[in-house]
Protein backbone atom coordinates (compact mmCIF):
# COMPACT_ATOMS: atom_id res chain seq x y z
CA UNK A 1 0.00 0.00 0.00
CA UNK A 2 1.16 3.25 -0.92
CA UNK A 3 1.87 5.89 -3.49
CA UNK A 4 -0.67 7.72 -5.68
CA UNK A 5 -2.56 7.92 -8.87
CA UNK A 6 -1.18 10.48 -11.39
CA UNK A 7 -3.61 12.09 -14.32
CA UNK A 8 -2.54 14.48 -16.75
CA UNK A 9 -2.11 15.40 -20.12
CA UNK A 10 -0.12 16.65 -23.42
CA UNK A 11 -0.61 19.90 -24.57
CA UNK A 12 -1.72 20.24 -29.03
CA UNK A 13 -0.53 23.85 -29.63
CA UNK A 14 -2.80 24.22 -32.37
CA UNK A 15 -6.10 22.65 -30.33
CA UNK A 16 -5.30 25.13 -27.72
CA UNK A 17 -5.11 28.21 -30.14
CA UNK A 18 -8.39 26.82 -31.72
CA UNK A 19 -10.46 27.15 -28.03
CA UNK A 20 -8.40 30.60 -27.80
CA UNK A 21 -10.11 32.01 -31.35
CA UNK A 22 -13.46 30.43 -30.21
CA UNK A 23 -13.36 32.55 -26.99
CA UNK A 24 -12.63 35.43 -28.52
CA UNK A 25 -15.34 35.06 -30.92
CA UNK A 26 -17.85 34.38 -28.36
CA UNK A 27 -16.70 37.14 -26.11
CA UNK A 28 -15.76 34.61 -23.32
CA UNK A 29 -11.77 34.54 -23.23
CA UNK A 30 -10.39 33.84 -20.06
CA UNK A 31 -6.51 34.48 -19.09
CA UNK A 32 -4.36 31.97 -18.21
CA UNK A 33 -4.11 28.47 -19.75
CA UNK A 34 -7.32 26.69 -21.13
CA UNK A 35 -7.70 23.31 -19.33
CA UNK A 36 -10.41 20.50 -20.36
CA UNK A 37 -12.77 19.79 -17.74
CA UNK A 38 -13.22 16.06 -16.84
CA UNK A 39 -15.49 14.03 -14.06
CA UNK A 40 -13.46 11.15 -12.34
CA UNK A 41 -15.36 7.90 -11.04
CA UNK A 42 -13.45 5.32 -9.50
CA UNK A 43 -14.55 2.07 -7.93
CA UNK A 44 -12.90 -0.07 -6.02
CA UNK A 45 -13.54 -3.42 -5.68
CA UNK A 46 -12.17 -5.23 -2.56
CA UNK A 47 -12.89 -8.64 -1.63
CA UNK A 48 -10.86 -11.61 -1.90
CA UNK A 49 -12.49 -14.76 -3.21
CA UNK A 50 -10.81 -18.14 -3.74
CA UNK A 51 -13.12 -18.79 -6.82
CA UNK A 52 -13.84 -15.18 -8.36
CA UNK A 53 -11.83 -12.31 -9.59
CA UNK A 54 -13.18 -9.21 -7.28
CA UNK A 55 -10.21 -7.13 -6.41
CA UNK A 56 -9.66 -4.59 -9.16
CA UNK A 57 -9.98 -0.85 -9.59
CA UNK A 58 -12.64 0.34 -12.68
CA UNK A 59 -11.53 3.87 -13.79
CA UNK A 60 -14.42 6.10 -15.33
CA UNK A 61 -13.24 9.49 -17.34
CA UNK A 62 -15.92 12.06 -18.42
CA UNK A 63 -15.07 14.11 -20.81
CA UNK A 64 -17.46 17.34 -20.23
CA UNK A 65 -15.45 20.50 -22.45
CA UNK A 66 -13.84 20.35 -25.75
CA UNK A 67 -10.89 17.94 -26.29
CA UNK A 68 -9.43 20.23 -28.92
CA UNK A 69 -5.98 20.88 -26.54
CA UNK A 70 -5.10 17.31 -25.84
CA UNK A 71 -2.71 15.51 -27.74
CA UNK A 72 -2.49 12.42 -25.43
CA UNK A 73 -2.99 11.70 -21.95
CA UNK A 74 -1.55 9.65 -19.16
CA UNK A 75 -2.59 7.75 -16.16
CA UNK A 76 0.45 6.82 -13.51
CA UNK A 77 0.13 3.95 -11.26
CA UNK A 78 2.73 3.52 -9.00
CA UNK A 79 2.93 -0.03 -9.30
CA UNK A 80 4.15 -2.93 -12.36
CA UNK A 81 1.19 -3.72 -14.73
CA UNK A 82 0.83 -5.11 -18.15
CA UNK A 83 -1.68 -4.49 -20.82
CA UNK A 84 -3.30 -7.66 -20.03
CA UNK A 85 -4.16 -6.38 -16.23
CA UNK A 86 -6.25 -3.75 -18.41
CA UNK A 87 -9.96 -4.49 -19.54
CA UNK A 88 -12.67 -1.86 -21.63
CA UNK A 89 -15.80 -1.90 -20.14
CA UNK A 90 -17.61 -0.03 -22.37
CA UNK A 91 -19.89 -3.12 -23.78
CA UNK A 92 -20.56 -4.15 -19.96
CA UNK A 93 -22.70 -1.11 -19.96
CA UNK A 94 -25.19 -1.91 -22.31
CA UNK A 95 -26.18 -4.81 -20.17
CA UNK A 96 -29.24 -4.65 -18.14
CA UNK A 97 -29.48 -1.92 -16.48
CA UNK A 98 -25.90 -0.98 -15.74
CA UNK A 99 -25.91 2.66 -17.66
CA UNK A 100 -28.21 3.33 -14.72
CA UNK A 101 -26.42 2.15 -11.65
CA UNK A 102 -23.04 3.95 -13.14
CA UNK A 103 -23.85 6.86 -13.74
CA UNK A 104 -27.13 6.78 -10.82
CA UNK A 105 -29.80 8.08 -13.54
CA UNK A 106 -32.30 6.87 -15.89
CA UNK A 107 -30.16 6.52 -19.20
CA UNK A 108 -31.00 5.07 -22.25
CA UNK A 109 -28.87 3.91 -24.98
CA UNK A 110 -29.19 5.73 -28.43
CA UNK A 111 -27.22 5.62 -31.75
CA UNK A 112 -24.45 3.44 -31.85
CA UNK A 113 -21.01 3.39 -34.45
CA UNK A 114 -17.82 2.26 -34.76
CA UNK A 115 -16.33 2.17 -31.14
CA UNK A 116 -18.61 4.32 -29.52
CA UNK A 117 -22.64 4.51 -28.65
CA UNK A 118 -24.39 7.65 -27.46
CA UNK A 119 -26.59 7.32 -24.52
CA UNK A 120 -29.69 9.64 -23.65
CA UNK A 121 -31.08 11.01 -20.63
CA UNK A 122 -35.26 12.28 -21.02
CA UNK A 123 -34.77 12.29 -24.75
CA UNK A 124 -31.33 14.26 -24.82
CA UNK A 125 -27.76 13.76 -25.55
CA UNK A 126 -26.67 12.39 -22.27
CA UNK A 127 -23.03 11.03 -23.40
CA UNK A 128 -21.32 9.07 -25.86
CA UNK A 129 -19.23 5.71 -24.33
CA UNK A 130 -16.28 5.22 -26.53
CA UNK A 131 -14.48 1.18 -26.23
CA UNK A 132 -10.91 1.39 -25.84
CA UNK A 133 -8.45 -1.10 -27.27
CA UNK A 134 -5.60 -2.21 -24.74
CA UNK A 135 -4.15 -4.57 -27.02
CA UNK A 136 -0.83 -4.13 -28.10
CA UNK A 137 -0.46 -1.43 -30.76
CA UNK A 138 -3.73 -0.60 -30.04
CA UNK A 139 -5.37 3.12 -28.33
CA UNK A 140 -3.02 2.09 -24.82
CA UNK A 141 0.80 1.51 -24.20
CA UNK A 142 1.92 0.64 -21.00
CA UNK A 143 5.36 1.90 -20.14
CA UNK A 144 7.48 1.06 -17.29
CA UNK A 145 8.89 3.77 -14.94
CA UNK A 146 12.09 2.72 -12.62
CA UNK A 147 11.32 5.61 -9.62
CA UNK A 148 14.11 7.51 -7.30
CA UNK A 149 13.42 4.58 -4.53
CA UNK A 150 14.00 1.71 -6.52
CA UNK A 151 10.36 0.91 -7.02
CA UNK A 152 8.89 0.38 -10.60
CA UNK A 153 5.46 2.40 -11.81
CA UNK A 154 3.60 1.87 -14.97
CA UNK A 155 2.46 4.65 -16.94
CA UNK A 156 -0.36 4.37 -18.75
CA UNK A 157 -0.53 6.24 -22.10
CA UNK A 158 -3.75 6.85 -23.93
CA UNK A 159 -2.61 7.50 -27.68
CA UNK A 160 -2.83 10.28 -30.06
CA UNK A 161 -5.42 7.97 -32.05
CA UNK A 162 -7.72 7.24 -29.23
CA UNK A 163 -7.49 11.80 -28.19
CA UNK A 164 -8.72 12.39 -32.40
CA UNK A 165 -11.48 9.88 -32.20
CA UNK A 166 -12.64 11.42 -29.29
CA UNK A 167 -12.22 14.96 -30.99
CA UNK A 168 -14.31 13.86 -33.84
CA UNK A 169 -17.35 12.88 -31.95
CA UNK A 170 -17.07 16.28 -30.14
CA UNK A 171 -17.11 17.86 -34.06
CA UNK A 172 -20.53 16.04 -34.57
CA UNK A 173 -21.99 17.81 -31.32
CA UNK A 174 -21.44 15.55 -28.74
CA UNK A 175 -18.97 17.32 -26.36
CA UNK A 176 -19.73 15.28 -23.29
CA UNK A 177 -18.11 11.70 -24.07
CA UNK A 178 -17.09 8.48 -21.47
CA UNK A 179 -14.22 6.23 -21.30
CA UNK A 180 -14.67 3.40 -18.57
CA UNK A 181 -11.84 0.41 -17.79
CA UNK A 182 -10.85 -2.30 -15.04
CA UNK A 183 -7.53 -2.17 -13.88
CA UNK A 184 -6.57 -6.18 -12.60
CA UNK A 185 -4.68 -6.09 -8.95
CA UNK A 186 -3.06 -9.00 -9.31
CA UNK A 187 0.66 -9.50 -8.29
CA UNK A 188 2.24 -7.04 -6.73
CA UNK A 189 -0.72 -4.49 -7.63
CA UNK A 190 -3.05 -6.88 -5.40
CA UNK A 191 -1.68 -4.16 -2.01
CA UNK A 192 -1.90 -1.31 -4.40
CA UNK A 193 -5.05 0.01 -2.07
CA UNK A 194 -4.59 -2.19 0.76
CA UNK A 195 -2.97 -3.51 3.32
CA UNK A 196 -4.19 -6.99 5.67
CA UNK A 197 -2.66 -6.88 9.71
CA UNK A 198 -3.36 -9.53 12.10
CA UNK A 199 -4.72 -7.87 15.38
CA UNK A 200 -3.63 -10.90 17.84
CA UNK A 201 -2.12 -14.11 17.62
CA UNK A 202 -3.91 -17.14 15.38
CA UNK A 203 -2.24 -19.97 17.88
CA UNK A 204 -3.97 -19.16 20.95
CA UNK A 205 -6.99 -17.66 20.46
CA UNK A 206 -10.06 -19.22 18.84
CA UNK A 207 -11.65 -16.25 17.28
CA UNK A 208 -8.91 -14.49 14.27
CA UNK A 209 -9.71 -10.51 13.94
CA UNK A 210 -7.81 -8.85 11.09
CA UNK A 211 -7.37 -5.69 10.61
CA UNK A 212 -7.50 -3.90 6.75
CA UNK A 213 -6.17 -0.66 5.58
CA UNK A 214 -7.48 0.91 2.49
CA UNK A 215 -6.21 4.20 0.99
CA UNK A 216 -6.93 5.36 -2.21
CA UNK A 217 -4.86 8.48 -3.41
CA UNK A 218 -5.35 10.39 -6.41
CA UNK A 219 -2.94 13.82 -7.78
CA UNK A 220 -1.21 14.03 -4.40
CA UNK A 221 1.63 15.72 -5.56
CA UNK A 222 4.11 15.31 -2.30
CA UNK A 223 3.86 11.56 -3.05
CA UNK A 224 4.98 12.40 -6.75
CA UNK A 225 8.22 9.82 -7.81
CA UNK A 226 10.63 12.98 -9.21
CA UNK A 227 10.45 11.78 -12.78
CA UNK A 228 6.12 11.89 -12.41
CA UNK A 229 6.62 15.34 -10.89
CA UNK A 230 8.55 16.25 -14.49
CA UNK A 231 6.19 14.91 -16.44
CA UNK A 232 2.56 15.92 -15.28
CA UNK A 233 3.78 19.91 -14.41
CA UNK A 234 2.45 21.67 -16.96
CA UNK A 235 -0.76 19.79 -18.38
CA UNK A 236 -3.30 19.69 -14.93
CA UNK A 237 -6.89 18.58 -16.25
CA UNK A 238 -9.76 20.61 -14.55
CA UNK A 239 -11.22 18.10 -12.23
CA UNK A 240 -14.93 19.20 -12.51
CA UNK A 241 -15.68 15.95 -9.92
CA UNK A 242 -14.10 12.84 -8.22
CA UNK A 243 -16.84 10.07 -7.57
CA UNK A 244 -14.95 7.33 -5.53
CA UNK A 245 -16.83 4.36 -4.53
CA UNK A 246 -15.00 1.40 -2.05
CA UNK A 247 -17.45 -1.90 -2.59
CA UNK A 248 -16.87 -4.47 0.50
CA UNK A 249 -18.00 -7.83 1.83
CA UNK A 250 -20.73 -7.26 4.32
CA UNK A 251 -18.46 -9.07 6.81
CA UNK A 252 -16.17 -6.55 6.61
CA UNK A 253 -17.28 -3.63 9.31
CA UNK A 254 -16.00 -0.42 9.03
CA UNK A 255 -14.30 0.84 11.89
CA UNK A 256 -12.71 4.58 10.99
CA UNK A 257 -12.55 6.46 7.91
CA UNK A 258 -10.32 9.92 7.28
CA UNK A 259 -13.78 11.84 6.32
CA UNK A 260 -17.38 11.09 6.22
CA UNK A 261 -18.55 9.07 3.41
CA UNK A 262 -21.37 10.74 1.60
CA UNK A 263 -23.50 7.88 1.14
CA UNK A 264 -23.26 3.97 2.13
CA UNK A 265 -25.74 1.68 0.67
CA UNK A 266 -26.12 -2.20 -0.36
CA UNK A 267 -25.51 -3.35 -3.49
CA UNK A 268 -28.08 -4.43 -5.86
CA UNK A 269 -27.13 -8.27 -6.95
CA UNK A 270 -29.60 -8.11 -10.41
CA UNK A 271 -28.10 -4.96 -11.22
CA UNK A 272 -24.17 -5.59 -10.64
CA UNK A 273 -24.12 -8.74 -11.64
CA UNK A 274 -23.56 -8.44 -15.40
CA UNK A 275 -20.78 -5.44 -14.64
CA UNK A 276 -19.12 -7.85 -12.70
CA UNK A 277 -18.57 -10.40 -15.28
CA UNK A 278 -15.24 -10.41 -16.89
CA UNK A 279 -16.90 -11.44 -20.31
CA UNK A 280 -20.30 -10.34 -19.65
CA UNK A 281 -21.39 -13.77 -20.94
CA UNK A 282 -24.04 -15.94 -18.95
CA UNK A 283 -21.17 -18.08 -17.46
CA UNK A 284 -20.76 -17.20 -13.35
CA UNK A 285 -24.18 -15.10 -13.37
CA UNK A 286 -25.51 -16.54 -10.36
CA UNK A 287 -22.76 -16.87 -8.42
CA UNK A 288 -21.79 -13.09 -9.17
CA UNK A 289 -24.96 -12.57 -8.33
CA UNK A 290 -25.27 -13.92 -4.95
CA UNK A 291 -21.74 -12.55 -3.97
CA UNK A 292 -22.81 -8.94 -5.20
CA UNK A 293 -26.01 -9.05 -2.88
CA UNK A 294 -23.36 -9.74 0.09
CA UNK A 295 -21.65 -6.05 -0.75
CA UNK A 296 -22.06 -2.52 1.06
CA UNK A 297 -20.98 0.36 -1.39
CA UNK A 298 -19.45 3.43 0.55
CA UNK A 299 -19.60 6.90 -1.62
CA UNK A 300 -17.41 9.48 -1.14
CA UNK A 301 -17.58 12.58 -3.79
CA UNK A 302 -15.17 15.81 -3.71
CA UNK A 303 -16.51 18.92 -6.21
CA UNK A 304 -14.78 21.91 -7.30
CA UNK A 305 -15.22 25.32 -5.41
CA UNK A 306 -15.16 28.68 -6.11
CA UNK A 307 -14.23 28.30 -9.21
CA UNK A 308 -11.11 26.14 -8.24
CA UNK A 309 -10.49 22.36 -9.16
CA UNK A 310 -10.37 19.00 -7.68
CA UNK A 311 -6.17 19.52 -7.12
CA UNK A 312 -5.93 16.49 -5.17
CA UNK A 313 -8.38 13.67 -3.64
CA UNK A 314 -7.22 11.29 -0.71
CA UNK A 315 -9.60 8.52 1.12
CA UNK A 316 -7.92 6.34 4.20
CA UNK A 317 -10.54 3.38 5.81
CA UNK A 318 -9.97 0.91 8.10
CA UNK A 319 -12.11 -2.15 8.03
CA UNK A 320 -12.29 -5.10 10.46
CA UNK A 321 -13.19 -9.20 9.51
CA UNK A 322 -13.39 -11.61 12.57
CA UNK A 323 -13.17 -15.37 11.48
CA UNK A 324 -13.41 -18.22 13.59
CA UNK A 325 -10.40 -20.60 14.53
CA UNK A 326 -11.77 -22.94 16.80
CA UNK A 327 -10.61 -25.85 14.83
CA UNK A 328 -6.82 -25.24 15.22
CA UNK A 329 -7.61 -23.84 18.44
CA UNK A 330 -9.21 -27.60 18.74
CA UNK A 331 -5.54 -29.22 17.55
CA UNK A 332 -3.83 -27.47 19.57
CA UNK A 333 -5.21 -27.91 22.77
CA UNK A 334 -5.62 -32.07 22.26
CA UNK A 335 -1.72 -31.75 21.14
CA UNK A 336 -0.84 -30.03 24.15
CA UNK A 337 -2.58 -33.14 26.44
CA UNK A 338 -0.82 -35.54 24.88
CA UNK A 339 2.19 -33.72 25.15
CA UNK A 340 2.26 -33.16 28.54
CA UNK A 341 0.86 -37.03 29.39
CA UNK A 342 3.50 -38.12 27.50
CA UNK A 343 5.65 -36.33 29.62
CA UNK A 344 4.27 -37.17 32.77
CA UNK A 345 5.08 -40.29 32.01
CA UNK A 346 8.77 -40.04 30.91
CA UNK A 347 9.26 -38.35 34.65
CA UNK A 348 7.68 -41.11 36.40
CA UNK A 349 10.05 -43.53 34.48
CA UNK A 350 13.16 -41.48 35.07
CA UNK A 351 11.89 -41.13 39.08
CA UNK A 352 12.13 -44.80 39.40
CA UNK A 353 14.78 -45.90 37.22
CA UNK A 354 16.96 -43.57 39.52
CA UNK A 355 15.90 -45.00 42.62
CA UNK A 356 19.14 -47.28 43.81
CA UNK A 357 18.20 -50.78 44.16
CA UNK A 358 15.25 -50.61 42.27
CA UNK A 359 15.04 -53.43 39.63
CA UNK A 360 13.15 -51.56 36.96
CA UNK A 361 14.15 -50.99 33.44
CA UNK A 362 15.76 -48.23 32.08
CA UNK A 363 13.39 -45.44 30.82
CA UNK A 364 11.74 -46.04 27.17
CA UNK A 365 11.85 -43.00 24.63
CA UNK A 366 8.62 -41.22 27.00
CA UNK A 367 11.73 -40.62 29.80
CA UNK A 368 14.66 -39.54 27.28
CA UNK A 369 11.76 -37.14 25.96
CA UNK A 370 11.43 -36.02 29.63
CA UNK A 371 15.37 -35.42 30.00
CA UNK A 372 16.27 -33.42 26.74
CA UNK A 373 12.95 -31.29 28.00
CA UNK A 374 14.19 -30.77 30.94
CA UNK A 375 17.54 -29.77 29.37
CA UNK A 376 15.91 -27.34 27.20
CA UNK A 377 13.65 -25.78 29.98
CA UNK A 378 16.82 -25.70 31.89
CA UNK A 379 18.90 -23.78 29.92
CA UNK A 380 16.62 -21.46 29.11
CA UNK A 381 16.37 -20.66 32.83
CA UNK A 382 19.67 -20.53 33.35
CA UNK A 383 20.36 -17.87 29.78
CA UNK A 384 16.91 -16.07 31.30
CA UNK A 385 18.89 -15.71 35.01
CA UNK A 386 21.99 -15.03 33.29
CA UNK A 387 20.62 -11.90 31.31
CA UNK A 388 18.80 -11.05 34.70
CA UNK A 389 22.32 -11.29 36.90
CA UNK A 390 24.21 -9.30 34.09
CA UNK A 391 21.18 -6.80 33.55
CA UNK A 392 21.46 -5.94 37.99
CA UNK A 393 25.58 -6.10 37.79
CA UNK A 394 25.52 -3.21 34.76
CA UNK A 395 23.04 -1.48 36.96
CA UNK A 396 24.88 -1.95 40.06
CA UNK A 397 27.88 -0.51 38.18
CA UNK A 398 26.17 2.35 36.73
CA UNK A 399 24.58 3.42 39.86
CA UNK A 400 28.14 3.43 41.79
CA UNK A 401 29.68 5.31 38.21
CA UNK A 402 26.72 8.02 38.93
CA UNK A 403 27.15 8.12 42.92
CA UNK A 404 31.09 8.17 42.73
CA UNK A 405 30.77 11.02 39.89
CA UNK A 406 28.51 13.34 42.57
CA UNK A 407 30.36 12.32 45.14
CA UNK A 408 33.37 13.86 43.45
CA UNK A 409 31.70 17.07 42.26
CA UNK A 410 30.63 17.94 45.79
CA UNK A 411 34.17 17.58 47.10
CA UNK A 412 35.35 19.54 44.43
Known amino acids: MGGTLALWYDERETGAEIIRDAQRILGIEQSGIVRPEVELHFNLWRDLNASLETNFLDVGIRVRSSFQQVKQFYLYVPRRIGNDDLQDLSQMLKFGQTLDAVFNSVVALGDQGDRYYRTVESGRHFTTVHSVDFRLNGDVRVESLENDDGSTGSLIVFTEGLCARLRQQQSEGCINSYIRFRLYLKGDASELFSQEVNVNDKFTVPIIGRLELTEFRLNEKRSYPTRIAELARNGQ?????????????????LTMQHKQFRKVRRLEGKLWRHYLLRNGGSESVAEYERLADRMVIYHWREDAQDNRPVEDFV?????????????LYLIFAVLLGAFGSTLAVGLANLVNWSRAGTPVAPPGWEGWLMLVVLLLVSLLVLRWA?????????????????????????LR
Open 315 to 327: AFASFRATSRNIW
Open 386 to 410: GWGVLGLISRGVAWCRAGYAKLFRR
Open 237 to 253: FYVRQIHYFLIRDLRYE
